[in-house]
């Protein structure tokens, strides 16, 4: 399985939040759906459910998943 990095423009309120769910153990569904979704805009089949990395630093804001692909799909 080939894993493609997902990089979601977000606002700092929705990152915190984000990230808090996450620390606790929890899952932003609004935002793994969004990142299975640009995988499937790539062209790309998700295998698994996007894993959620970090939030980046910079501006905008951006939520950092991992998603898990087939590799028979190609972009």
């Given amino acids: 399985m080939l894993l493609i990095r997902i990089q979601l423009d977000t606002d700092p309120t929705t990152a915190r939040r984000v ?7 929890k899952h932003h569904h609004e ?3 969004a990142a299975r979704s640009e995988v499937c805009r790539h062209g790309r089949t998700p295998a698994a459910e996007p894993v959620f990395v970090g939030v980046t ?3 905008p804001v951006r ?4 998603v898990e692909v087939h590799l028979d ?3």
């Fill in 19 to 25: 990230l808090a769910l996450h620390r606790a153990g």
């Fill in 31 to 33: 935002s793994r759906e």
């Fill in 57 to 59: 630093n910079g501006r």
């Fill in 63 to 66: 939520l950092i998943y991992e």
């Fill in 73 to 75: 799909t190609t972009p």
